[in-house]
């Protein structure tokens, strides 16, 4: 069974620094993009940041240049390094992943919190 295993979140102040690592199962014959998404108390999950198996990236407007995405296709691992973090980015951050097995489907982590104190 595929499984999406996500840790790094928790509270930082206003300013602060996290990263975020997710880890796909073994035995996954092919992983398509990779992202983050987040989903605050009230509101939609909306996209955080996306990355293809070749590189490709996409952020939301809101974490341009604060937030990097990056990826180990070697260990089925996507990360994301969160700076200068704000109280608005508090949210529960959970990683997609596209996967193969016997067809393309997509997969989601358990989330994780991150809190950002003012």
């Known amino acids: 069974q595929v499984q999406l295993v996500e840790s790094g979140g928790g509270l930082v102040q206003f300013g602060g620094s996290l990263r975020l690592d997710c880890a796909a199962s073994?035995?996954?014959?092919?992983?398509?993009?990779m992202g983050w998404y987040r989903q605050a108390p009230g509101k939609q999950r909306e996209l955080v940041a996306t990355?293809?198996?070749?590189?490709?990236?996409n952020y939301a407007d809101s974490v341009k240049g604060r937030f990097t995405i990056s990826r180990d296709n070697t260990k089925n691992t996507v990360y994301l390094q969160m700076n200068s973090l704000k109280p608005e980015d508090t949210a529960v951050y959970y990683c997609?992943?596209?996967?193969?097995?016997?067809?393309?489907?997509?997969?989601w982590g358990q989330g994780t919190q991150v809190t950002v104190s003012s």
């Open positions: 997609h992943a596209e996967i193969y097995v016997s067809v393309w489907d997509d997969y």
């Open positions: 073994t035995n996954i014959f092919a992983i398509k993009t």
């Open positions: 990355i293809t198996r070749d590189g490709s990236i």
